[in-house]
C-alpha cells in the first residue's frame, strides 16, 4: 500500500494520530519560558569569557544613566531636580543596589560643583551637605559663574574637569555656559541578580520621572525589561496578519470550509513547533517569537496548493483525486520543503544563539506544515468532500506575447543575470552591524535615551576594556603603560575629552579615590613629584607598592586594581568608544592592539564581542546561502530527472533563486537596508522560500509537457494554474510580512521589507525569467 492510500483509505486513523501528535507536543509547549535578557544574543567567545573574569576580579558595576533635557539645564531649577532624584535614588529600595560608598555611586555636574564650593569653604563633602550646596544655587548666573571658576582653578585635576565635562553634552556652549541636557551617572553593584538589578533600574526611571516628566534614563536591564514589552507587540500583528490572510482565504476558496482547514493546519504547525521548543529548553525570543508569523505566511502556500489542486481533479472522485494530488503537486511540495527547510536550517551554521534557535524552528515548522498538509488536510477532505468548484479560464496572454520573440526571452535573462551579478557584488561587500535598541520600538524612553547619549554625549554607552597584567611596582612596566594611554589620542573609535582619551583608570579616578581615603593623595604626590599627571620615570618599586596599598584600601581604587598574595598583578582600564555598537570593532581593537604592543594586554568589552560576532554572522549568511544554492542545483536536477526525466527543468528551477538573491542585495544597498542579526537569515529564508514558486510552476510545466500539449499551451496551463496558486501563496506571505512593517521595531521592519522584496522577486523569477529560460532552452 502506497503512502497515499495509507492516508487517503484510513482518514479517521491518520487524525487519529495526528492529534495524539498535538497533545504531546501541546505538553512540552506548556513549559516554555520567555527570554528576557538581551545577554542571550552573545555567541560564547573567548572575549566573553574575558570580560566575564574581568568582571570577577575587578568588580562588575553598571551604569544607569539618567537625562535632564530642557532649553537650558544649567538653572537652579534643574540643580534642585537633581539633587531631588539623588536623594531618592539613595533613600529608595535602589539604593541598596547601589556599589558602595553610595555617595560615589550617583554622579552629575551639579554635586561636582557643589563639592567644588564646599571645598573652597573647607566644608567637608558630606552626602547631606552635598545636597544641601546644590539646592542652595539662586540664580543662573551663579552656577555659571562657578562652572567658570571649576574649570579655570589650576587646583583642580584635569582628569576631573574632563570628567565634568563629559556629564553635559557635545553641544555644550561653554561661552554662554549653558546646555539643553546634563547626564547623571548612577553606578549599581552588577553582581546581583538580573531579575533584582532590572527592578533597581525600573524604579530608578520611576524616580526620574516623577522628579521631571521629560527624563530619560538608559540602562541594560531596563532595555532587558522593554525587550519583552517589545515582543508583546507581536501579538496585535500577527492578529492583523490572520483576519487579512482569511479574507484573502475566503476570496480564493469560495469555503468557509477549506478556510477553516487551513487555519486549523497551521495553528497544529505552531503548536508542534512550540512543543519542540519547550522540550528543547529553548526560551522564546523576539526572533522565535516570530515564527507563527512565518508560519502564517509560508504555511498557507502548502494548503493552497493541495486544496487547489484537489477541486481541480474533483471529477475523479473524492479519494482519486486526493491520490492524484499527493502523487502530482505532492512531489512538488516535498521538494519544496526539503529546500525550504535546507534554506532555514543553514542558519545552524551561525554563531548567534538566536539565529540558530530561529533557523532550527523555522525548519521544524515547515516541515511540520507539510507533513499535516500531506496527512491531516488530505484525511479531512476525503471525511468531508468538497463540491467541483466552477471552471476559471485564464491564459497568460501578456506573458505568451512577450515570450514569442526568442530575442526577447534572451535579452531578459542576459539583463536579470546582468543585474543579479551587481546585486552579487555588492552583497558580498555589505558590512553587518548591530543596534542594541534595534529589537526595541522606537517611540519608547529607554531607545530615546540610548541614541540621545550616543549621538549627542562624548561618553555613549560603549564601553572597552583593556586588562594590563604584570607586575604593578615595576617602573618599566608604568612607562610602558602611560606610553599606551598617550598613544590613543590618535586612535579613530576612542572617545577624546579635551583632545585627550577619555580614558577612565586608576589616575584619572584619582580624585574619587582620594575623597574615600586622604591618605592616596600623600602617597601619589611622591610617585608624581613634577604634578603632570603621569608616574615619574625615577619612581622606585617601594613607592609605587605604598601608593598602590593606599588606593586598593578604597573601594573604587579595587575596581581599577588587581591583587593577589599580596601583589599588585592586574590593572583595567576603561576605554569609553564610538564603534556603532561593533560596526568598526575590528578596526577599533587593531588600534588599541597597536598602541599597547609590548604589554601583556587582554582586550575586550562588548563593541570587541560583536564585532567578532558580526563578521561571523556575514559569513554564516554568505555560507549558508552558496549551501542552500548548492544543495538546489544539486538536488532539483535530480529529483527531476527521477520524477519527470526532466533535469533541465530542474537545473532552471534552482537557478531562479540564485538571480533573486542578486536582485535583492541590490535593493538592500540601494535602500541603505543594514545587514544585521536578522537581515543576515534573509538569504538563506529568500533561497527556501523563492525556490518554491519556480518548483511548482516547473513541475506543472512538465506535466502538461508530458501530457502532449505544446510549448504554449502548456506554459499558459503551468502559469494560470500553478502560477495562480504561487500568486496567492505570494500574497499571504506578503501580508503576514507586510504587517510587520507597520511594527515600529527597527529589525523587525528592516526584515519584513527585506523579505517582502525577495517575495516579489521570487514570484516575478518563476512566472517570467523561469518561462523565459525554458523558452531559450526549449
Not at 515570450?403 to 552579487?424: H, Q
Not at 588599541?592 to 582586550?603: H, S
Not at 534552482?654 to 542579526?677: D, R, S, Y
Not at 527597527?746 to 525577495?758: D, R, W
Amino acid at each position: 500500500m502506497s503512502f497515499a492510500d495509507l492516508v487517503v483509505e484510513k482518514p479517521k486513523r491518520t487524525i487519529a494520530v495526528i492529534l495524539l501528535v498535538t497533545l504531546v507536543f501541546m505538553a512540552f509547549a506548556s513549559q516554555l519560558k520567555e527570554e528576557t535578557s538581551l545577554n542571550a544574543l552573545f555567541p560564547n567567545y573567548p572575549e566573553v569569557k574575558a570580560l566575564e573574569k574581568i568582571q570577577r576580579d575587578f568588580g562588575n558595576v553598571e551604569p544607569v544613566v539618567v537625562v535632564f533635557r530642557g532649553s537650558n539645564v544649567l538653572t537652579p531649577e534643574y540643580f534642585s531636580k537633581t539633587a531631588e532624584l539623588t536623594e531618592k535614588i539613595m533613600d529608595g529600595s535602589a539604593g541598596k543596589f547601589l556599589i558602595e560608598p553610595k555617595e560615589n555611586a550617583v554622579t552629575s555636574l551639579p554635586a561636582v560643583l557643589a563639592s567644588y564650593r564646599l571645598a573652597k569653604e573647607g566644608v567637608s563633602p558630606t552626602p547631606d551637605r552635598v545636597l544641601e550646596e546644590m539646592r542652595s544655587f539662586k540664580t543662573a548666573a551663579e552656577i555659571r559663574e562657578t562652572l567658570r571658576e571649576f574649570l579655570s582653578d589650576p587646583s583642580v585635576p584635569e582628569q576631573m574637569k574632563d570628567y565634568a565635562l563629559s556629564l553635559l553634552p557635545r553641544d555644550f556652549n561653554r561661552e554662554r555656559m549653558e546646555s539643553p541636557s546634563m547626564a547623571i551617572y548612577v553606578l549599581l553593584n552588577a553582581s546581583y541578580p538580573e531579575d533584582e538589578l532590572e527592578k533597581a533600574e525600573l524604579e530608578i526611571e520611576g524616580d526620574a520621572l516623577s522628579v521631571d516628566n521629560d527624563s530619560l534614563t538608559y540602562g541594560f536591564h531596563l532595555m532587558n525589561y522593554y525587550y519583552v514589552k517589545t515582543e508583546e507587540r507581536l501579538a496585535p500583528a500577527f492578529l492583523l496578519a490572520l483576519v487579512l490572510i482569511l479574507a484573502l482565504m475566503y476570496l480564493n476558496f469560495r469555503s468557509l470550509g477549506d478556510v477553516a482547514i487551513s487555519l486549523i493546519t497551521l495553528f497544529l504547525a505552531v503548536v508542534w513547533t512550540f512543543g519542540l521548543a519547550g522540550a528543547l529548553g529553548w526560551k522564546l525570543d523576539l526572533m522565535a517569537g516570530m515564527v507563527p508569523i512565518l508560519v502564517l505566511g509560508l504555511g498557507i502556500d502548502f494548503s493552497f496548493h493541495v486544496l487547489m489542486g484537489y477541486r481541480e481533479k474533483l471529477n475523479l472522485g473524492p479519494k482519486d483525486a486526493m491520490k492524484a494530488v499527493l502523487s502530482t503537486v505532492g512531489v512538488a511540495l516535498l521538494l519544496a520543503m526539503v529546500t525550504t527547510v535546507v534554506g532555514f536550517s543553514s542558519n545552524a551554521i551561525s554563531s548567534l544563539p538566536s539565529m540558530r534557535r530561529f533557523g532550527f524552528l523555522s525548519a521544524f515548522a515547515i516541515l511540520s506544515v507539510f507533513v499535516l498538509n500531506v496527512t491531516f488536510v488530505p484525511a479531512l477532505k476525503v471525511l468531508r468532500p468538497s463540491a467541483p468548484p466552477a471552471r476559471r479560464k485564464g491564459r497568460a496572454r501578456l506573458a505568451i506575447g512577450a515570450l514569442s520573440d526568442k530575442r526577447f526571452a534572451g535579452l531578459l535573462v542576459i539583463s536579470a543575470f546582468l543585474v543579479a551579478a551587481v546585486g552579487w557584488s555588492l552583497g558580498l561587500g555589505m558590512k553587518a552591524s548591530y543596534n542594541p535598541t534595534g529589537e526595541l520600538a522606537k517611540d519608547l524612553r529607554v531607545t530615546k535615551a540610548y541614541e540621545l547619549l550616543n549621538s549627542k554625549f562624548d561618553i555613549g554607552t560603549e564601553r572597552v576594556y583593556v586588562r594590563v597584567d604584570g607586575n604593578l611596582t615595576d617602573p618599566a612596566l608604568w612607562r610602558r603603560l602611560q606610553i599606551a594611554v598617550q598613544r590613543m589620542a590618535d586612535d579613530r573609535y576612542v572617545v577624546k575629552s579635551g583632545g585627550k582619551p577619555a580614558v577612565e583608570w586608576l589616575l584619572s579616578a584619582l580624585p574619587m579615590i582620594a575623597a574615600e581615603n586622604p591618605g592616596v593623595s600623600k602617597a601619589y604626590a611622591l610617585v608624581d613629584r613634577n604634578g603632570d599627571g603621569w608616574i615619574d620615570s625615577n619612581v622606585t618599586p617601594r613607592e609605587l607598592e605604598e601608593f598602590l596599598k593606599e588606593a586598593y584600601e578604597t573601594r573604587t581604587g579595587r575596581f581599577y586594581l588587581h591583587e593577589s598574595n599580596g601583589h599588585f598583578d592586574g590593572l583595567l582600564l576603561v576605554v569609553p568608544s564610538r564603534t556603532d555598537f561593533g560596526y568598526h570593532g575590528k578596526e577599533l581593537l587593531r588600534e588599541l592592539r597597536e598602541d599597547f604592543r609590548g604589554l601583556n594586554a587582554t582586550i575586550t568589552g562588548d563593541p570587541i564581542i560583536w564585532a567578532k560576532g558580526l563578521d561571523d554572522m556575514r559569513n554564516a549568511m554568505i555560507l549558508s546561502i552558496l549551501l542552500c544554492l548548492a544543495f538546489a542545483l544539486t538536488v532539483l536536477p535530480v529529483s527531476f530527472a527521477v520524477a519527470h526525466r526532466a533535469p533541465l527543468e530542474g537545473l532552471l528551477a534552482a537557478l531562479v533563486p540564485l538571480a533573486v538573491l542578486g536582485w535583492l542585495f541590490a535593493t538592500m544597498k540601494l535602500l541603505n537596508i543594514p545587514l544585521n542579526a536578522m537581515t543576515a537569515m534573509v538569504g538563506a529564508i529568500i533561497v527556501g522560500i523563492g525556490i518554491d514558486y519556480p518548483i511548482h510552476v516547473a513541475n506543472r510545466w512538465v506535466i502538461e509537457r508530458r501530457s502532449g500539449k505544446g510549448f504554449w499551451e502548456a506554459y499558459s496551463t503551468a502559469v494560470s494554474t500553478a502560477g495562480r496558486e504561487v500568486l496567492y501563496s505570494a500574497l499571504t506571505t506578503l501580508i503576514a510580512f507586510g504587517v510587520l512593517v507597520t511594527i515600529p521595531i527597527p529589525v523587525v521592519t528592516q526584515f519584513a521589507a527585506t523579505v517582502l522584496f525577495g517575495l516579489v522577486y521570487s514570484f516575478l523569477g518563476a512566472v517570467v525569467l523561469l518561462p523565459a529560460m525554458v523558452r531559450l532552452l526549449r
